[in-house]
């Protein structure tokens, strides 16, 4: 059961932090199509700024240490990059779809062909081959948060609690929990958030107020970017084990559905994240995963072909998405370019 909680975190953290960048977008009224885009590039990021750090010798000399706070430390600094410059590439929507007024659907359908063609041309550029690895370890042998780390013997029980959250955890898990309640207060309990808020319902009459919503707009693409781009990091260096290829496995369009069935609200969000990180845990390790718990039997042995394992997050993305689709209430002005002189 440990390993369940574990996994299914794992997958549903990207999920959470990424649909949570659709809402800051979407509820300044620009629809953001581009997340799956984003996240590659944002994984490309994360990927390479770990190599940088290793060709400079830092992993190593925190390994040889026995440093992990550093190791902990060039993370935090990691996913910061990959959310600056997700939020550097979302500005390309931000100005299409703000000062051009263009077409916000595809605007986001464009970054999301640009962004696999660009990352594996870069990718070729840099490691000669189509998937940009770490120049040596992986991402459990530098991230992984083990109880020998924490002062514990590594044959010491910690009890459910400590096996599932503390032993064999990325920090990524609760720095990526501590910006969503943090961005979640702020979108709905402080002035921004409001006005946020209400330039993706009525931009008109938040115009009336003095509310600038070009730069509301902008701040809402570019949170939206930086989440984005953050949450690529995240799956690179988590699910992906420190590899870049130009794709995230659908994660982007995964989270637009859990932003949909969260019906553009944070605590739904998070619920809807782990939902449909059960499922992706269960298609990634249904080999290894106990039905009882005693490690007798195994879902493997169910006999079900293993595609139908694989197909079964999506499966359930589209049966949620037909279910509740009809109850969602998206923001009344977003994907409409605003025009000041409108009333």
Do not use: H
């Amino acid at each position: 059961m440990s390993f369940l909680i574990r996994q299914t975190l794992i997958y549903a953290i990207p999920l959470m932090i990424v649909a949570l960048a659709g809402v800051f977008s979407e509820r300044s009224g620009v629809i953001n199509l581009a997340l799956e885009g984003i996240m590659i590039f944002g994984a490309f990021i994360g990927v390479t700024f770990v190599r940088i750090l290793q060709a400079a010798g830092l992993f190593q000399a925190a390994q040889q240490a026995g440093n992990w706070l550093a190791l902990q430390g060039y993370l935090l600094l990691t996913l910061l990059v990959a959310a600056v410059l997700g939020a550097v590439f979302s500005l390309l929507l931000a100005f299409a779809a703000i000062n051009l007024k263009a077409d916000q659907t595809i605007g986001g359908t464009a970054l999301n062909l640009l962004a696999p063609a660009l990352v594996l041309f870069l990718v070729r550029i840099i490691a000669k081959q189509n998937t940009l690895l770490l120049l040596s370890g992986d991402s459990a042998t530098w991230f992984m948060i083990k109880k020998t780390m924490l002062g514990f013997d590594k044959n010491a029980e910690l009890g459910f609690f400590g096996e599932t959250f503390l032993n064999k955890v990325y920090l990524t898990t609760y720095i990526c929990i501590l910006i969503f309640v943090i961005l979640s207060v702020i979108l709905y309990k402080t002035r921004f958030g409001l006005r946020l808020r209400a330039c993706g319902e009525n931009p008109q009459a938040a115009d009336s107020l003095g509310i600038n919503v070009k730069k509301m707009r902008y701040a809402g693409v570019t949170i939206s970017g930086a989440l984005a781009g953050m949450g690529g990091a995240v799956f690179a260096v988590t699910t992906a084990n420190c590899s870049a290829s130009g794709e995230v496995a659908g994660f982007g369009f995964l989270a637009l559905a859990v932003m949909i069935f969260g019906n553009w609200k944070p605590l739904n969000i998070a619920g809807g994240a782990l939902l449909f990180g059960l499922f992706k845990c269960i298609a990634a390790a249904y080999s290894t995963l106990d039905i009882n718990g005693d490690g007798v039997y195994r879902l493997a042995e169910l006999g079900l072909n293993a595609n139908f394992y694989r197909l079964l997050p999506y499966i359930i993305t589209l049966l949620v998405l037909a279910f509740t689709s009809k109850k969602s209430r998206a923001p009344k002005a977003e994907g409409i370019p605003y025009d000041k002189g409108q009333r």
